[in-house]
């Protein structure tokens, strides 16, 4: 079976610092990896995707993500976090079922 | 162009009545969707669909819960008997043919 592990349900920076949050993921077969934000009272919006073409994958809004088959991650990075990226962020894959796992989420603070 | 659409976006009920929450995917979507996200978790696949036919329904949690599509268009998830434990937000989303699922805003529903 397969399952996505987010450390850290909160994360907080400061404006203009790095944001990292992690995932880790464990699956039978290649996976497809996403990442989705998620502001309060919207929906989930794709922030970026794995689907075996690049390791390295930029989304939007800056974030990029790295796929680490060796450590089965797939950790999201912004240069310098933006007060407006304050929202949940939720880790997901996708073993070709077409249903997405997702993670429980990290609610990432940004402050002043 | 217009995203996904949820009708209700709340749903407050009483216990043992029966509940429909509606999906109107994005235009031209092939696959529909449906998720179930607990406070505090990640969404939580229950059944998805390839225009009207049902591919996938091994995350309805039992047999009070149901849904259909039967234009290939609008899908109805339908919780009979409703109890407590159903309060959840209810989340829909389409595709195309590939794996990028795009989601609505969601029917945040309470059961009392």
């Known amino acids: 079976a397969q399952s996505v592990t987010q450390l850290g349900s909160h994360v907080s920076v400061s404006e203009g610092a790095l944001v990292l949050l992690r995932c880790n993921y464990s699956?039978?077969?290649?996976?497809?990896l996403f990442w989705y934000v998620q502001y309060p009272n919207q929906g989930l919006q794709l922030l970026l995707k794995?689907?075996?073409?690049?390791?390295l994958v930029k989304g939007i809004n800056g974030f990029e993500a790295e796929f680490k088959k060796s450590e089965t991650s797939f950790h999201l990075t912004k240069p310098s976090a933006h007060m407006s990226d304050a929202a949940e962020y939720f880790c997901?894959?996708?073993?070709?079922?077409?249903?997405?796992?997702f993670g429980s989420g990290t609610r990432l603070q940004v402050q002043p | 162009g217009a995203g996904v659409s949820q009708s209700p976006r709340y749903k407050v009920t009483k216990r043992g009545q029966d509940v429909a929450l509606r999906c109107d995917p994005i235009?031209?979507?092939?696959?529909l969707y449906w998720y179930r996200q607990a406070l505090g978790q990640g969404p939580e696949f229950l059944t998805y669909?390839?225009?009207?036919?049902?591919?996938?329904k091994s995350g309805l949690p039992n047999d009070r819960f149901s849904a259909e599509r039967p234009e290939g268009s609008i899908s109805t998830l339908t919780i009979q008997r409703t109890e407590q434990r159903d309060s959840a937000m209810y989340r829909c989303?389409?595709?195309?043919?590939?794996?990028?699922?795009?989601f609505g805003p969601g029917t945040r529903l309470t059961v009392l």
């Open positions: 997901a894959l996708d073993t070709g079922r077409r249903a997405l796992t």
């Open positions: 235009s031209g979507h092939v696959s």
């Open positions: 699956s039978s077969v290649p996976p497809y």
């Open positions: 794995y689907t075996s073409a690049a390791t």
């Open positions: 669909f390839n225009y009207e036919a049902q591919q996938d």
């Open positions: 989303a389409s595709s195309l043919s590939d794996n990028e699922q795009f």
